[in-house]
């Protein structure tokens, strides 16, 4: 049987975990986003033997130095020194039976394991002899191959099948008719039905699968053959050594080998792919889509294929801006450092060398537009005139219904005149700010256009504006897209989308579930949106994402698709080719998509609690309740989401039901601490998202039942206080009158004393929940610092020392005013002097006595920490005479807002203010999350400027019901001033 070959060459090196993907393509269009783990990343050994995912969906990975379970982020090993019942650390071969129990199977023995519990499962005769490879018939019993016998689990023992026939067989496999297939020494065997025959032909069987057509696949130690019930047929695959088969039920076949890995296709072409892992030892799917490979010596690689078909890339260009379909079905581009290209046949043809080529349409007539540099370049058949438009830029080319040219240059709108063969402006509104990006038409006629600082309508003579007091998001306008239904949808850079229905508009952003708030263009295809964006291509349903729009509680699933950031800001943003292609602008040139075809999103991750800590002492999560003996209890409770595509980006809610009065958003963070928790009956409910998923609608649960001791219950309390009460009024009556005083003198001691003991344990109490949220604070920057992945300890060191160092300072603060409150005064200064000590730059404090309540002064000094650390690597005090702005204001009863404004005085060191990274979530997670405010960020040529708001304070401007800390210290001239700790 002999195949259509070609090799799917490597583009880029394969990743280590998380940290970004590496790419296999080929001519073919096949692409796979490939990742790589190591024992570096917690794998036990490199050698990976044999892969399974159960049916709780984590993946199970058997190496030559114990067995894995992995959930996507961390591995949890299993080996001899930890797990008495495992009968070697070198593994050979795992299968889950249909009763969830997987099967391990070892040089030197079999065990299982079940809901947490490993058992060593006794073989016959020869125990220790390696067990090759395991199956379930479907009669649901295991099968097991080894050297020179084959065994069956039966009546909870094994037992030897005798088969006529000499078993020489590294592998056993259950085909579809329930029969059992097996190496000879003269070939390969099989037992249907209690009988055994031989097939002679291919020696040395290493593995065994089935095709969809009922045909079996057998790998040997020279070539792969498939087998029939006529003669065996030799199937002509490169992978010599093939080890491990893999049919998928997309009809494709994978081998991997000795030499490597290949693929068989849908329509019967063999690719081989080529990669630096060397040798297979196997190849496995998962119920995700990815197919994992165990290498020899390289450990465990995940391949998941990506719709990206292709990425072209012209030699002297980095990045196209705006493509449009030729009339003979090529693709044409513009790159504003080279010009105009043509793209087909896998080559790349330049036919207009322009600087600053921008926008580009070919129309309905054949006419070839250009948009560039202070003109619009005509092409009419051998005709070429060039429209003067000063010294703008056209940035997009628009044809509407009735064939009538639009584009814009820089902030005009502007119509082809036909008659006077020239461009006429139709407006220039006065609320655009900057360039027009978009046009577009609705169902009516009108045309919608928008740009820096909002969008506009223009529908005959009446022009109308729109801009972010009406609703809109903030940020520019790049995307018009209208629907058939009246709905338009705005897509802009930095604010996220934006649906406009009746008259109205409302918001989504990635706090709703959207991949990324930098749109550039949407295409929409059977219901489906294709974005571009920033962080490349994603997916989402249409009626998903109106239905998030329209609802402020809802969240929608976004599908990412592996490609490079968006090239945005010019129109047409993309074209689409006879075959369904998607052709979009990127930065690193072009890139098709084939949108048919795509699986629907993946469901929510299944979440898992995996450790729960009662007071420091671990507890078994499957023993419900956990019951705890007395109130004041500590709980952590450790959790993960077992998704193995894009597992940093799963993302975690949780909530303890009886304790909590609402769900917790925590992000990445995967351990949950709750201290001092009172007697009584709690339940502990975690859900997980991803990007390809809203939250898990049925969310993990745990119960805990802490129990009151008994001098803690009620009946005990008030039967104390009854004895008490009843031997008072006997001591009171058997008194005389002569000692009634001093009776009442010693009650009054005794009440006082008792009060002075509560206050005591209230301010035990106090400090013992600060001490451990302040640790669990602690932990939670640990773990946000560890996933920034810093380049080395020191770096990591040092940037757990800063935080944890900012928090130091706040409680020094807080201390010196008896955990009153503090102004922003004495809250900054301690924290900022490291950078006034510099003396190249200002930071000045413009604030008002307005009192910040203990509570929030914590979260607060890490907020400008960060802010500080980030201007001084980036920002304003990077550079010499560079400053800082911060501003304490009240605008109402309760509110409070606190501005950080950066002054740069010269070029910044590095691009960027503060990027998306550990940083900012740090700075978000406190104002929004821990203390419940408003975040707005905002970036500018000479800095940033970052404004926390808060409302629902202790306060208000006028009257604040807290402490004045300045009134305090003059009323308390001892205390010391917590600016000078």
């Known amino acids: 049987m002999v195949f259509p070959t070609t090799t799917l060459t490597l583009l880029a090196c394969i990743s280590l975990p998380f940290q970004g993907p590496g790419l296999l393509a080929g001519g073919n269009g096949y692409r796979y986003k490939t990742t790589l783990w190591t024992t570096a990343h917690g794998l036990p050994q490199h050698t990976v033997t044999s892969i399974e995912q159960t049916a709780d969906g984590y993946l199970w990975v058997g190496t030559f130095g114990g067995l894995a379970r992995f959930d996507g982020v961390d591995f949890q090993v299993f080996d001899i020194a930890n797990t008495a019942a495992l009968a070697s650390d070198r593994i050979l071969d795992l299968q889950e039976c249909s009763a969830a129990k997987l099967w391990i199977a070892t040089t030197e023995g079999i065990s299982t394991h079940v809901r947490g519990v490993f058992q060593c499962i006794e073989v016959p005769e020869d125990p220790r002899r390696p067990i090759w490879a395991l199956t379930e018939d479907h009669d649901r019993r295991i099968w097991a191959v080894q050297s020179h016998r084959l065994l069956r689990y039966d009546a909870e023992r094994f037992v030897e099948i005798p088969v006529g026939v000499d078993v020489d067989s590294q592998a056993i496999f259950c085909d579809s008719r329930n029969r059992i297939w097996f190496g000879t020494s003269a070939g390969v065997g099989v037992l249907d039905a209690g009988v055994a025959r031989e097939h002679e032909g291919p020696r040395g069987v290493l593995s065994i699968s089935e095709r969809a057509d009922g045909s079996i696949l057998i790998g040997?130690?020279?070539?792969?053959?498939?087998?029939?019930?006529?003669?065996?047929?030799?199937?002509?695959?490169?992978?010599?050594?093939?080890?491990?088969?893999?049919?998928?039920?997309?009809?494709?076949?994978?081998?991997?080998?000795?030499?490597?890995?290949?693929?068989?296709?849908?329509?019967?072409?063999?690719?081989?792919?080529?990669?630096?892992?060397?040798?297979?030892?196997?190849?496995?799917?998962?119920?995700?889509?990815?197919?994992?490979?165990?290498?020899?010596?390289?450990?465990?690689?995940?391949?998941?294929?990506?719709?990206?078909?292709?990425?072209?890339?012209?030699?002297?260009?980095?990045?196209?801006?705006?493509?449009?379909?030729?009339?003979?079905?090529?693709?044409?581009?513009?790159?504003?450092?080279?010009?105009?290209?043509?793209?087909?046949?896998?080559?790349?043809?330049?036919?207009?060398?322009?600087?600053?080529?921008?926008?580009?349409?070919?129309?309905?007539?054949?006419?070839?537009?250009?948009?560039?540099?202070?003109?619009?370049r005509h092409t009419r058949e051998d005709e070429t005139v060039e429209h003067p438009i000063g010294s703008d830029r056209s940035q997009v080319i628009f044809e509407d219904s009735t064939g009538g040219i639009w584009a814009g240059a820089g902030t005009a709108l502007l119509r082809y005149d036909e008659d006077e063969q020239a461009f006429r402006t139709v407006c220039r509104p006065a609320h655009l700010t900057g360039e027009i990006h978009t046009i577009s038409q609705v169902s009516d006629g009108a045309i919608w256009f928008g740009g820096a600082g909002g969008a506009g309508r223009v529908a005959g003579a009446d022009i109308s504006a729109f801009t972010i007091a009406d609703g809109l998001p903030r940020g520019p306008v790049r995307v018009i897209h209208p629907m058939p239904n009246g709905d338009v949808w705005f897509g802009t850079y930095g604010g996220g989308l934006a649906l406009l229905r009746d008259g109205a508009f409302t918001r989504i952003t990635k706090e709703q579930g959207l991949f990324d708030n930098s749109i550039s263009c949407i295409y929409e295809r059977e219901g489906w949106f294709w974005i571009n964006s920033n962080r490349g291509l994603f997916r989402v349903h249409a009626?998903?994402?109106?239905?998030?729009?329209?609802?402020?509680?809802?969240?929608?699933?976004?599908?990412?698709?592996?490609?490079?950031?968006?090239?945005?800001?010019?129109?047409?943003?993309?074209?689409?080719?006879?075959?369904?292609?998607?052709?979009?602008?990127?930065?690193?040139?072009?890139?098709?998509?084939?949108?048919?075809?795509?699986?629907?999103?993946?469901?929510?991750?299944?979440?898992?609690?995996?450790?729960?800590?009662?007071?420091?002492?671990?507890?078994?999560v499957m023993q419900e309740p956990i019951s705890v003996e007395g109130g004041g209890a500590d709980l952590e409770i450790r959790y993960s989401g077992v998704s193995l595509v894009n597992p940093e980006d799963v993302r975690f809610r949780y909530f303890l039901e009886g304790f909590d009065d609402d769900w917790h958003d925590v992000g990445g963070r995967r351990t949950a601490i709750f201290t001092n928790v009172p007697p009584g009956r709690y339940v502990f409910h975690v859900a997980s998202a991803s990007p390809h998923s809203a939250w898990s609608e049925n969310p993990t649960s745990v119960t805990f039942e802490v129990i009151a001791r008994f001098f803690e219950t009620l009946g005990f309390r008030i039967s104390v206080a009854g004895g008490l009460l009843l031997a008072a009024v006997l001591a009171i009556r058997l008194r005389s009158h002569r000692q009634h005083d001093r009776v009442e003198a010693l009650v009054r001691e005794v009440s006082e004393r008792t009060a002075s003991e509560q206050r005591v344990q209230r301010m035990m109490d106090e400090l013992d929940h600060r001490v451990k949220n302040n640790l669990g604070v602690v932990l939670s920057l640990l773990e946000m610092t560890r996933r920034s992945a810093p380049e080395s300890v020191e770096v990591f060191c040092?940037?757990?020392?800063?935080?944890?160092?900012?928090?130091?300072?706040?409680?020094?603060?807080?201390?010196?005013?008896?955990?009153?409150?503090?102004?922003?005064?004495?809250?900054?200064?301690?924290?900022?002097?490291?950078?006034?000590?510099?003396?190249?730059?200002?930071?000045?404090?413009?604030?008002?006595?307005?009192?910040?309540?203990?509570?929030?002064?914590?979260?607060?000094?890490?907020?400008?920490?960060?802010?500080?650390?980030?201007?001084?690597?980036h920002g304003a005090l990077a550079t010499p005479g560079g400053s800082v702005t911060i501003r304490t204001e009240s605008e109402r009863a309760g509110h409070m807002a606190i501005t950080w404004h950066e002054d740069r005085d010269g070029p910044a060191p590095d691009p960027g203010p503060l990027e998306e990274g550990v940083g900012l979530r740090l700075i978000r997670g406190c104002v929004e999350h821990e203390l419940g405010g408003e975040l707005h960020f905002e970036s500018h040529e000479r800095g940033i400027v970052c404004r926390m708001e808060f409302d629902r304070l202790p306060w208000n401007a006028t009257a604040a019901a807290l402490p004045d800390p300045q009134a305090y210290r003059r009323q308390n001239p001892g205390t010391k001033s917590a600016t000078n700790a």
């Open 220 to 376: 040997t130690s020279t070539q792969t053959h498939v087998l029939t019930d006529a003669e065996p047929e030799l199937f002509a695959s490169p992978i010599t050594a093939c080890r491990s088969i893999l049919a998928r039920d997309d009809g494709t076949l994978w081998l991997a080998g000795q030499e490597g890995l290949a693929v068989v296709d849908e329509a019967q072409d063999l690719h081989t792919l080529e990669g630096p892992w060397g040798r297979m030892r196997c190849v496995y799917g998962d119920r995700e889509g990815n197919t994992w490979i165990g290498t020899d010596i390289h450990g465990l690689v995940r391949l998941r294929e990506s719709p990206a078909l292709e990425k072209h890339l012209p030699s002297d260009s980095t990045g196209a801006l705006s493509v449009c379909l030729d009339t003979d079905g090529s693709v044409l581009a513009t790159f504003p450092s080279a010009g105009v290209y043509r793209y087909a046949g896998g080559e790349f043809e330049l036919l207009a060398e322009m600087r600053e080529a921008r926008a580009i349409l070919r129309s309905s007539t054949g006419e070839l537009w250009i948009g560039s540099l202070g003109q619009i």
């Open 543 to 620: 009626g998903a994402l109106t239905a998030c729009a329209l609802d402020k509680s809802a969240t929608v699933a976004c599908s990412p698709i592996a490609t490079p950031e968006a090239n945005g800001g010019a129109e047409p943003s993309y074209c689409v080719d006879d075959g369904g292609t998607l052709w979009l602008p990127t930065v690193r040139g072009l890139v098709a998509v084939h949108t048919g075809g795509v699986p629907p999103p993946l469901a929510a991750p299944r979440t898992r609690v995996t450790t729960v800590l009662v007071n420091d002492e671990e507890r078994s």
């Open 798 to 873: 040092a940037l757990v020392a800063a935080r944890v160092r900012a928090l130091a300072l706040a409680h020094r603060s807080l201390a010196a005013a008896h955990w009153t409150s503090l102004t922003m005064d004495e809250l900054a200064r301690p924290i900022l002097a490291p950078y006034l000590a510099r003396g190249t730059h200002e930071i000045v404090l413009q604030h008002s006595p307005l009192p910040i309540p203990a509570r929030m002064c914590t979260a607060l000094a890490l907020c400008l920490h960060e802010l500080a650390a980030n201007a001084l690597a």
